[in-house]
């Protein structure tokens, strides 16, 4: 097995560990067992258990990402519709997908317990959040060039808008919110951003 494949392989499982029990209730040598490596090759990929979780959600970051980045074929579409079908299709993934469900509720419990708020998983939320909100307007902006925005109402602060609601649904996806219900709470909502007075969308 080569590094590329082996690092996959860590990955994989230990998706599979901390989505079932969490950071704290996975160990590495857990991780090692069910991979069924050396403990030496599990710690020359990641230094740490620490490590090993970010890489994990990161991989995960860039999963969400690509359904939520415009590419230029999407601006026939205008920005409602890309961003409405866009969050349709990733809640149609996070329903059958319990495991990254999982993974993102257990990050931001991980976040919560901080004492002062500054742990490395409160900052991976904050960078990564400012991170991919960066590159959503500067993509947005480039694909849909009809987006206007007023004064009264920064891009980022929708963007935020949206992302805080959806990460909402996903906590409650398959407890109290069906598919079908949040796909209709994601639409109002994109309807309501992308159609109040701060924003001027000639589509």
């Given at each position: 097995m080569d590094q590329d494949s082996t690092r996959a392989r860590i990955l994989s499982v230990?998706?599979?560990?901390?989505a079932r029990s969490g950071f704290h209730g996975t160990s590495m040598d857990s991780i090692v067992r069910?991979?069924?490596?050396?403990?030496?090759?599990?710690?020359?990929?990641f230094k740490n258990k620490e490590a090993l979780f970010m890489a994990v959600m990161e991989a995960e970051v860039r999963r969400i990402e690509e359904y939520f980045l415009p590419k230029p074929e999407d601006g026939k579409k205008g920005p409602r519709a890309f961003f409405m079908e866009s969050g349709e299709r990733c809640l149609e993934i996070l329903?059958?997908?319990?495991?990254?469900?999982?993974l993102?509720?257990?990050l931001a419990l991980q976040a919560q317990r901080s004492k002062d708020g500054g742990n490395q998983f409160s900052a991976f939320i904050r960078n990564k959040v400012e991170e991919v909100s960066n590159k959503l307007i500067s993509k947005s902006l480039d694909v849909?060039?009809?987006?206007?925005?007023r004064e009264q109402l920064d891009l980022k602060d929708v963007l935020r808008m949206g992302d805080y609601f959806f990460m909402g649904m996903v906590v409650n996806l398959?407890?109290?919110?069906?598919?079908?219900?949040?796909?209709?709470?994601?639409r109002e909502m994109m309807g309501r951003l992308f159609g109040c007075e701060g924003i001027d969308e000639r589509s």
């Open positions: 230990a998706r599979e560990k901390f069910a991979a069924n490596l050396s403990k030496g090759a599990v710690y020359w990929h329903f059958r997908d319990k495991e990254l469900r999982l993102w509720i257990d849909f060039p009809q987006l206007k925005i398959g407890i109290t919110l069906d598919l079908e219900e949040a796909k209709a709470y994601w």
